[in-house]
């Protein structure tokens, strides 16, 4: 059964139809939530609502890309659970020093289990450039999960976050100049194959 | 923004290059300038490199099955919000307030008209001139409703009544000098100055209710002050007053709602 077919099947109240979009998209919604969240259980609160907003709002869907529409659901769901977590702060599990700071937490270059350094480096990284998405801008963030995480075009960003082209343009720009400012430090500890200096360029 | 030598103009032009965003006149164009500046070319491989890491970033796959139940959709009925109703009936009352009071300031004639009532009032309570003319002058002290000497207030509200008083008074009781230099007569002329006509004259009493308290200006009098206030009081009144308990009742519904939530 197509996308389509289910969709209008869902509409009829078929709940195994609407639920097999969901299995469909589910990886898509949680991943894309889950970077613009950056913790995993704001990225499944965000996830649980973003489905029950389609499956409420699937009398308004009007055609055209299913998985642009979904998209901004989640981007909204994701924006509602932003402020949600900003009204109601949740504690931090980091330990405190005894002066009662939080203590320094480079979680993404904290790591235990036994890998491989080439396995290590990327989890690193990985951690590393997380770390920076969630330092930026909400509505940088977005965009740039979007574009460069999730592998949309404009266009798609465009209807998701309900702006014009020109706005995915300059906030994608401010978005990865404020990403690479950020990680600049971070590039100089790794590995000298993964860094980027002024001599590579030469 | 204007680090690293290169502008944001250029920044943003870099992005829409790398994602092929560019027309091909503009793509033409940034092409000469990106082979003239190595800082540009700099920038450029760094944009791409992050842009790879972001693309290689794992895939978070859901952590659990994110499939409806027909429980978890089922449309609750919810109260309706009437919040925004309330806010916005308070916003307008009070703007309607500001209206009355600009065009009560702007118009002030116009509604200053009406404040003339309580004047004619005053003077009627005081005594009708003409019946004043007739009866000894009796001056009221202690008037509560005006906040007076009551002597102060009968003389200045009825001139007539001061000029007839000032007349009827026998040579040495004449009025002020024109000059408006007030002679203070020697203690001891003071009893001759008062002649047997102005001996009738007496304090807060009639001759004939000797002894009697005058309660002219009596509770009857206040309450019909307070009601006959101007109908434009009244509604400045009433929206002051709606304004407020309607934004208590929106702010009410407000914290309510934050807490459910």
């Known amino acids: ?37 950056g913790e995993p259980g704001a990225a499944e609160d965000a996830t649980q609502e973003a489905f029950i907003s389609v499956y409420k709002k699937l ?12 998209l901004r659901i989640v981007t909204n769901a994701c924006y509602d659970e932003l402020r949600r977590r900003q009204r109601r702060p949740v504690t931090p599990l980091e330990p405190e020093l005894d002066d009662g700071e939080l203590m320094e937490s480079a979680k993404w270059m904290v790591d235990d289990a036994p890998l491989p350094e080439d396995v290590l480096v990327k989890a690193e ?15 940088f963030r977005v965009v740039l999960v979007l574009v460069d995480v999730a592998g949309e075009d404009y266009e798609t960003a465009s209807f998701a976050i309900q702006r014009p082209l020109g706005t995915v343009k300059s906030r ?21 194959r993964y860094r980027l200096s002024d001599e590579d360029s030469a | 923004m204007k680090r690293c030598g290169i502008s944001f103009k250029d920044m943003s032009r870099l992005s829409a290059y790398i994602d092929g965003y560019l027309f091909e006149e503009e793509r033409d164009k ?33 952590p659990r099955n994110f499939s409806l139940s027909p429980e978890m959709v089922v449309q609750r009925k ?6 925004p109703v309330f806010r916005f009936a308070s916003a307008a009352a009070a703007l309607l307030l500001v209206a009355v009071f600009a065009g009560e300031l702007l118009l002030g004639s116009l509604f200053s008209a009406p404040k003339a009532s309580p004047m004619v009032s005053e003077a009627n309570f005081s005594g009708d001139a003409a019946v004043a003319a007739d009866e000894p002058m009796i001056i009221f002290w202690n008037n509560p409703a005006e906040g007076k000497a009551g002597g102060e207030e009968a003389m200045g509200v009825s001139d007539g009544q001061a000029e007839t008083m000032i007349e009827a008074a026998p040579e040495g009781v004449g009025p002020a000098p024109a000059s408006g230099e007030r002679t ?31 309660s002219q200006s009596g509770s009857q009098d206040v309450s019909s002050k307070v009601i006959d206030l101007p109908p434009i009081r009244w509604i400045e009144i009433g929206l002051g007053v709606l304004a407020l308990g309607l934004g208590i009742t929106a702010i009410v519904l407000r914290s309510k709602q934050r807490k459910t939530r």
Not at chain 2, 192 to 213: F, H, K, N, Q, Y
């Open chain 1, 172 to 192: 994608l720009a401010r978005a990865r100049k404020k990403l690479q400012d950020c990680l600049q430090g971070f590039w100089e500890l790794l590995p000298p």
């Open chain 1, 1 to 37: 059964m197509d996308e389509q077919a289910l969709i209008q099947a869902a509409l009829q109240g078929d709940m195994d139809a609407f639920n097999r979009l969901v299995l469909a998209f589910q990886d898509m919604v949680y991943n894309t939530a889950y970077r613009v969240m």
């Open chain 2, 78 to 83: 919810t109260k309706p919000n009437l919040m």
């Open chain 1, 59 to 70: 009398h308004t869907y009007r055609g055209g890309s299913f998985k642009a529409w979904v």
């Open chain 1, 125 to 139: 990284l990985d951690q590393a450039i997380q770390h920076c998405i969630d330092a930026l801008e909400e509505k």
């Open chain 2, 184 to 214: 203070i007569p020697e203690e001891e002329e003071l009893p001759s100055a008062v002649s047997p006509e102005a001996e009738s004259l007496i304090l807060g009493l009639r001759p004939d209710e000797g002894g009697e308290v005058i």
């Open chain 2, 30 to 62: 940034f092409e000469a300038h990106l082979a003239g500046s190595k800082e540009l070319q700099l920038a450029l491989i760094r944009q791409k490199r992050l842009k790879a890491a972001l693309r290689a970033l794992p895939v978070k796959p859901a």
